[in-house]
């Protein structure tokens, strides 16, 4: 039997939901940005007005003002898109359980249990469609469809507001005509490798003989092909069964570079300030960090250590990062850009074993700190509190720079 | 621009865990007492941004919204000078 799969991708998931939150801004052209007072923070989001104007995501703020003179910048609330992005998913799993995110802001559902009571996948999209925009103020595109792969395609065609249908006795004509890399797995890398075989669009892939496929591009050339025949057999994952949130990272490229092991410390610490909080509205620990240094030739490198034990405490987290960057790198050049983030993240309720030399007495004061910090921060906003460490820092920028990176990428499925 | 005027709300809980409002002070201080409760669904503030549970009260011959939204009741102002 086939299956009915939708995938719901909520529109310019942030700036959406800054314009819902405030609507003076719905007619005017808005940015999502990392930082206002830095002119290094750049766009993560932006409405069709500000889109119209030629305003694209990973824009400098800078950039986007010479764009559009009256654009509106947003400071980014993750805790606000991370409620939305949770009450529509409470609104999906009134219809089925069968519900696999995609980031924050979309998801796969499977219907096909559904179908005799709410409808066919058709219906169920509009339902759902209309249900967000009347409880949450936004708007979904949906993709409706047999499998995962065009599923996700249908949500991309028509936006915003929208349900686009690719049935089984029909896709060839729908789909065949769009360019190869509109397939969900054909990066920009993949998608040279197809066009040097002559591949343009889906219908070509799906054509393409096997043998060409596998010799070029091994077994993913040979997955692709099957995906551009509606072939993919992947099941959405049920929610319960999935974490989200792989990672959660944070970055800020500085004004003034960096040139010494103590102002990293400083500057890690200011990037790791946030993650108890975030780490804690997902109920999560890490068991691991990455971190990513660029220096100012943008030269980059990237390392990754495991934590003692899974923590949410921004100073353990910090530390580690610290001591990372320290073993690491040799100061070839002074330092741009450094991101952490946190990987491997478990529910906090997930036992793990702590290892005989770990200071857990240390940890619990730790945490006690980190929650009455939040606890400030909340009654009195974010600039309430810091350690004694980020005072008098010429070159941090007030509102850290970015502490998000566009839908979908700063959180890893 | 209509405004969102955030309200001191008495309310009811009941044990399986319905909440009604069932009075609010309003800007003028005054307590208004909820007459009855027409409609609830869930639903986002067109005018003043928001959403959660939307009550459609009865105050004094006049029907009104009530929104609550995580731990907080709003009403929406409307503004007709500007
Ligand atoms: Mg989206």
Redesign the pocket.
Same mark, same amino acid.
């Given at each position: 039997m086939l299956r009915t799969i939708l995938h719901c @991708?909520?529109?310019?998931?942030f700036a959406s939901v800054e314009c819902t939150r405030n609507p003076s801004l719905k007619e005017k052209p808005v940015a999502v940005c990392g930082s206002v007072e830095d002119r290094h923070g750049i766009v993560l989001a932006k409405n069709y007005i500000a889109k119209a104007y030629g305003v694209k995501t990973g824009d400098t703020v800078w950039q986007a003002k010479m764009k559009c003179p009256d654009i509106v910048i947003a400071d980014p609330h993750y805790e606000l898109y991370m409620k939305y992005s949770k009450m529509a998913r409470n609104i999906y799993s009134e219809y089925t359980d069968k519900i696999e995110p995609f980031g924050i @802001?979309?998801c796969w559902l499977d219907v096909t249990s559904c179908r005799d009571t709410d409808g066919d996948g058709k219906t169920i999209a509009d339902i759902l469609r209309e249900r967000i925009k009347y409880e949450l103020g936004l708007t979904i595109s949906v993709g409706v469809s047999f499998n995962k792969i065009f599923a996700k395609l249908g949500s991309d065609m028509k936006k915003p507001d929208a349900v686009t249908v690719i049935p089984s006795d029909s896709f060839k004509e729908k789909i065949w005509n769009l360019p190869a890399d509109s397939l969900l797995g054909v990066g920009r890398r993949t998608s040279n490798t197809l066009k040097c075989l002559g591949i343009d669009t889906i219908g070509q892939l799906a054509k393409c003989p096997d043998e060409v496929l596998k010799r070029k591009m091994g077994i993913v050339g040979t997955r692709l092909k099957m995906y551009a025949n509606g072939l993919d057999t992947s099941e959405v994952t049920r929610s319960d069964y999935v974490y989200p949130v792989k990672s959660i990272g944070c970055g800020l490229t500085f004004r003034e570079d960096i040139k010494n092991n103590r102002d990293a410390a400083v500057a890690i610490s200011k990037l790791c300030e946030d993650f108890g909080s975030r780490l804690r509205s997902l109920k999560k620990s890490a068991k691991g960090i990455s971190l990513f240094v660029r220096d100012n030739d943008l030269n980059w490198k990237e390392w990754q250590t495991s934590l003692p034990y899974p923590t949410s405490v921004p100073k353990t987290i910090a530390d580690e990062a610290t001591k990372l960057f320290i073993s690491k790198y040799k100061w070839e050049k002074p330092v741009r850009t450094i991101t952490v983030r946190v990987i491997r993240l478990i529910s906090e309720d997930e036992p793990f074993q702590i290892g005989l030399f770990d200071d857990v007495q240390n940890e619990i004061k730790n945490e006690k700190l980190d929650s009455a910090m939040e606890v400030l921060k909340n009654r009195f906003g974010e600039r309430i509190i810091h350690p004694a460490s980020f005072m008098n820092m010429g070159y941090m920028p007030e509102g850290m720079a970015f502490s998000a990176l566009p839908?979908g990428g700063n959180q890893h499925v | 621009m209509s405004q969102k005027i955030y309200v001191r709300v008495n309310a009811s809980f009941s044990p399986e865990g319905v909440v009604l409002p069932r009075s609010f002070i309003w800007t003028d201080g005054h307590q208004y007492k909820i007459d009855r409760i027409l409609d609830a669904r869930m639903a986002a503030s067109k005018r003043v941004g928001g959403c959660g549970m939307r009550y459609t009260i009865s105050v004094g011959g006049k029907d009104s919204y009530i929104f609550r939204e995580d731990d907080r009741w709003f009403m929406e102002l409307k503004e007709t000078s500007c």
């Open positions: @991708d909520m529109n310019n998931f @802001d979309e839908a | -």
